[in-house]
């Protein structure tokens, strides 16, 4: 089964409500491939997702960039994977590096999340990465492996994941990882997913990479067999996005 080209962008902790006006009348302006070529999800903020959801073309879809691991209630600061699903809002993005290295997110809870949100109804981009360190160390894979294997152990419904590898030394830096080194890793990570998971799940689950994408690279990169779209940040903002969901084209013509 094909794996449809998914392009999500993580507008992070950015923006007004005039910019995110902006960047939605962009988004909405732009012509782009066909929802059976590229699925598009942006993920604002928490306070702007019912905005940008009563505006968005219905093509494209929100995503929120973080919810609880568990019910909600006396949480202070947090909002539930239920709140969510109320607001209908389709998408989470869980364990992002920045929450994995800032606010100490640890393997299992970012395993005990997406569990959590997926028996929610929702579906989940599960992000994994490396520190340079680690990638210098030679440990990228295994690094990886136990990222995923703590959302393995805790899901058994793959059909509602993405799964974004975003090398943590790419991500905000301008270093973008070449073709070849992220093919490499989506390729190691679709065995890993055949042979503790399924052959199925290891084909049918997106793998897309994210770590300073940009107009002028996504193609090459989205070009690689096992890369399914990208995760983007910074040029999420801007209206080079546009150029980036286009390039789901290169599957087309692969
Ligand atoms: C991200 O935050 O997920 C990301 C990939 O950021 P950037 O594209 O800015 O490197």
Not at 37 to 50: C, N
Not at 77 to 103: K, Y
Not at 164 to 182: D, F, L, M, R
Not at 202 to 208: C, D, Q
Request: charged fraction near 20%; include cysteine.
């Amino acid at each position: 089964m094909a794996r449809k080209f998914f392009v999500g962008g993580n507008w992070k902790c950015n923006g007004t409500a005039e910019e995110v006006k902006k960047i939605v009348n962009t988004l909405n302006e732009a012509q782009v491939p066909s929802q059976d070529v590229v699925e598009v999800v942006v993920s604002p903020p928490y306070v702007f997702l019912p905005l940008v959801k009563s505006t968005l073309r219905s093509d494209f879809f929100v995503a929120a960039q973080n919810c609880w691991v568990k019910k909600g209630g006396a949480y202070t600061g947090e909002v539930s994977a239920e709140m969510l699903v109320n607001l209908d809002i389709p998408w989470v993005i869980l364990g992002h590096s920045e929450r994995r290295a800032i606010l100490n997110e640890s393997n299992e809870f970012v395993g005990d999340k997406v569990a959590y949100a997926l028996a929610q109804g929702l579906k989940v981009i599960a992000c994994v990465g490396e520190t340079l360190e680690e990638r210098e160390a030679g440990s990228t894979m295994d690094v990886v492996a136990a990222q995923t294997k703590a959302i393995a152990e805790r899901v058994s419904n793959w059909s509602n994941v993405v799964i974004a590898y975003e090398p943590v030394w790419a991500i905000g830096t301008g270093k973008v990882a070449s073709p070849a080194q992220a093919q490499e890793v989506h390729d190691e990570l679709r065995k890993w997913l055949a042979k503790n998971v399924s052959a199925d799940v290891a084909a049918t689950t997106r793998i897309i990479y994210g770590g300073s994408v940009n107009g002028g690279n996504c193609k090459e990169l989205g070009g690689q067999a096992d890369v399914d779209g990208f995760l983007v940040g910074g040029a999420s903002l801007k209206p080079e996005f546009i150029d980036i969901i286009k390039a789901a084209e290169v599957k087309k013509s692969a």
